[in-house]
């Protein structure tokens, strides 16, 4: 016999049904696109249903179901009459992932398709929620947030963030060590070492986000594929709504989902491709390759204010350093403007004003301690 807790959690999962149904009714007369408003519906109809399944439960436990819609709904539904349904689709994205799971632990929901739906709804609003204005971009699935980015433009653009990386922290403590009033022998080693143990952080670092990627896709392509094996039926369903969203009629779309599904040598790589955007033949690139490309660019940047320091006498050091710091962050600070569109003499100052405000701050720490621990 169901608890009072229970009808609680009956209920709430009722009313987030219901709200939902609501809202994919609104979205679904608000969407100018048939295709789009199709989807929509359908969705609806699959809440619907769920809501119905704990409309029993809660009866069933001598509860009532309660009536209408929440505040937020009514808002969003307003919201989406008003200025469209894609006014109102990323928030309506970011509620069915966090509730994608909402199922899982629910043991009146196992053996049923509740979870699976909530899952297969949580990625087809993803989908809809990242293609452009102009259609379906498929693109967007398949980039990762990350240093590098895609594309010539941001490997480039990386190429001289990373290089700024190198000489930024290098020139620090250089002028840190240089306060404390160290030897010139201590400042030719802190340049040497600071260099070395940032390209291989930066190494380090990049080669865990690669291969961390690599393994997340891995993770869900195997999913996928196991999702694919026990309810090939939903996965076509999924398949039917995306290519319905891609701008194909809900007959094209069923042919299609239908021919994919039946090929079960492109079925899964078709899957990991179209719905969950993951290339499988790229998967990120290479770890050891992007961890090499990093070391070798902070290198770069770390060798302006350190090289110098190797060519000079010892009473030059902090003025080579200098020197060839400042040229070093005007240089990049105008290379960087190319991607952002500023001046290149305000973007070249700018970064210089910026470096040397860091190096002076890291310089009077540095005296303060010298003149601390040599009393």
Not at 129 to 145: K, M, P
Not at 340 to 355: C, D, E, N, V
Request: aromatic share 6%; charged share 20%.
């Amino acid at each position: 016999m169901a608890g009072r807790q229970d009808v609680a959690r009956f209920t709430a999962n009722y009313r987030d049904e219901t709200d939902s149904a609501a809202l994919y009714r609104a979205m679904a007369e608000a969407e100018p696109q048939a295709e789009i408003a199709e989807v929509y519906r359908r969705l609806a109809r699959v809440e619907e249903t769920h809501a119905e399944f704990w409309r029993r439960r809660i009866e069933q436990a001598g509860g009532r179901a309660p009536q209408g819609i929440g505040w937020r709904t009514r808002v969003l539904i307003w919201a989406s009459r008003r200025f469209g349904a894609q006014s109102v689709l990323p928030l309506v994205a970011d509620d069915e992932a966090r509730n994608r799971t909402m199922y899982d632990r629910q043991q009146e929901a196992a053996g049923t398709s509740l979870p699976a739906q909530e899952r297969s709804h949580a990625r087809m609003l993803s989908l809809l929620a990242s293609r452009s204005s102009r259609g379906w971009n498929g693109a967007v699935y398949s980039r990762l947030e990350g240093r590098h980015g895609a594309g010539a433009a941001n490997n480039l653009r990386a190429m001289v963030l990373g290089a700024n990386d190198g000489l930024v922290s290098t020139f620090c403590l250089v002028m840190g060590v240089a306060g404390s009033a160290a030897s010139a022998q201590t400042l030719l080693t802190a340049a040497l070492a600071g260099m070395l143990a940032g390209a291989c952080s930066m190494a380090m670092g990049e080669w865990i986000s690669v291969q961390s990627a690599r393994e997340l896709q891995e993770r869900q392509i195997a999913s996928e594929a196991e999702e694919l094996a026990e309810v090939p039926a939903e996965e076509q369903e999924e398949l039917t709504l995306i290519y319905q969203a891609k701008g194909f009629s809900t007959e094209e779309a069923r042919q299609i989902a239908a021919r994919v599904i039946g090929d079960k040598d492109s079925a899964l790589d078709t899957l990991v491709r179209e719905e969950l955007g993951i290339n499988p033949d790229d998967l990120g690139g290479s770890p050891s390759a992007a961890a090499i490309s990093s070391f070798a660019v902070f290198i770069v940047g770390a060798l302006i204010p350190a090289l110098p320091m190797f060519l000079v006498a010892n009473d030059k050091l902090v003025l080579a350093s200098l020197l060839a710091s400042a040229t070093g962050l005007f240089a990049l600070g105008a290379a960087i403007a190319v991607f952002t569109g500023k001046h290149p003499l305000f973007s070249g100052l700018r970064q210089l004003a910026i470096g040397l405000g860091a190096a002076g701050v890291t310089y009077g720490i540095g005296h303060l301690f010298g003149v601390a621990v040599g009393g």
